[in-house]
């Protein structure tokens, strides 16, 4: 069983940056590949960022490709999101997720879940 608790959001202006932890209790963590994901008011939730067992290898939404951070450390069990030059649409509620596979980017894929956070970004 993997249980996961995202922190760090909140409210933000445009251009601001943030930074997500996802703290995961697993007796494994390293072979695990953990996800972020995000989902607005009325639209389903999209894939933001994903990390595979191995740190090196990390995919991003066009979205977010060169204002979002992605990165793990296996040895306090953490991912953390670095989200850089935020803009109004990257409001949403932020879920970290964790799969067994190397990686992926379908949320159908990951079977566990943290109970998410949001960030408000204001213009």
């Known amino acids: 069983q993997v249980q996961l608790v995202e922190s760090g959001g909140g409210l933000v202006q445009a251009g601001a940056s943030r930074r997500l932890s996802c703290a995961a209790a697993?007796?494994?963590?390293?072979?695990?590949?953990m996800g972020w994901f995000r989902q607005a008011p009325g639209k389903e939730r999209e894939f933001v960022a994903a990390?595979?067992?191995?740190?090196?290898?990390?995919y991003y939404a066009d979205s977010v490709k060169g204002r979002f951070t992605i990165s793990r450390d296996n040895a306090k069990n953490t991912v953390i999101l670095q989200m850089d030059s935020l803009k109004p649409e990257d409001t949403a509620v932020y879920y970290c997720?964790?799969?067994?596979?190397?990686?992926?980017?379908?949320?159908?894929?990951?079977?566990?879940w943290g109970q998410g956070t949001q960030v408000t970004v204001s213009s």
């Open positions: 990390i595979g067992w191995s740190p090196d290898t990390t």
């Open positions: 997720a964790a799969t067994r596979l190397p990686i992926a980017t379908m949320p159908s894929l990951y079977p566990y």
């Open positions: 697993a007796r494994t963590f390293s072979n695990l590949a």
